[in-house]
């Protein structure tokens, strides 16, 4: 089966200026350096990445099809803000992409050193944890996932995760604190790697779509403890005003 531990060196694909620009959009955007609801201007945005105005059409246009950026008639561009129903939408997409990579994986001979890979990833993961660096750990939990996808050798596959990826990425960036709560974070993912390498397709799904389920709920119940905090703070101000 063709997939990329099989693979030699491939050719190396040069990058467009849109495909430059719309990467430091797309990573400014889950840095929070523009934060959700606010609005993109295109002239700014082609000021500050020092390019003109066509490249930025071209990364807004990719940022609208992530789904990281909304258009609203005769308002402009804005950076989404997630909502609890989106994040439940994002996370089913997930683990359907996901539960499909896994099963072409299982069947193939690239498992044993996929598992590999992903305790190694994993291992940086605990690492990362045990210093409290969040983003890091955010980040090499996305790693985890795309190589788990990219493994499986469907260019779609690999595309349609990539989407969802970027949406995941925002709404994890969003709430880096979450991590602190999940508990068995890196064990999760060590056990997915472990069930990989021993071919257990049916406890290996399972295990993957609880995993999926877990931020879900993890992301919903923070956001749930911070909505009386908000709407103390709003009265205490309205106080304050009167």
Not at 140 to 150: A, G, I, K, S, Y
Not at 179 to 201: F, K, N, T, W
Not at 210 to 222: F, K, N, S
């Amino acid at each position: 089966m063709n997939n990329k531990l099989n693979r030699g060196p491939q050719p190396v694909v040069r990058e467009t200026m849109s495909s430059v620009v719309t990467q430091q959009i797309r990573d400014a955007i889950l840095a929070g350096v523009y934060p959700p609801g606010s609005q993109l201007n295109e002239q700014v945005v082609a000021d500050s990445c020092a390019v003109s105005r066509g490249p930025i059409r071209e990364a807004i246009q990719r940022l609208l099809q992530e789904g990281l950026l909304v258009s609203k008639p005769h308002r402009g561009v804005f950076v989404v803000e997630l909502t609890e129903e989106a994040i439940e939408d994002i996370y089913f997409a997930r683990d359907a992409v996901e539960q499909a990579a896994l099963r072409r994986i299982v069947r193939s001979d690239c498992r044993q050193a996929l598992s590999v890979e992903l305790m190694q990833i994993a291992k940086s993961m605990k690492l990362a944890a045990e210093r409290e660096e969040w983003a890091e750990v955010a980040s090499l939990d996305m790693r985890f996932h795309t190589e788990l996808v990219n493994a499986a050798g469907s260019k779609r596959l690999s595309r349609l995760f990539d989407t969802l990826t970027a949406e995941a990425g925002l709404c994890l960036n969003q709430l880096l604190g979450i991590y602190r709560g999940r508990e068995g974070l890196v064990e999760q993912h060590e056990e997915i790697a472990e069930l990989i390498a021993s071919g257990d397709e049916q406890q290996l799904l399972q295990t993957m779509n609880h995993h999926l389920q877990d931020p879900v709920e993890t992301i919903v119940d923070a956001w749930e403890n911070e909505r009386p905090q908000k709407s103390v703070s709003r009265a205490a101000t309205g106080r304050r005003r009167g």
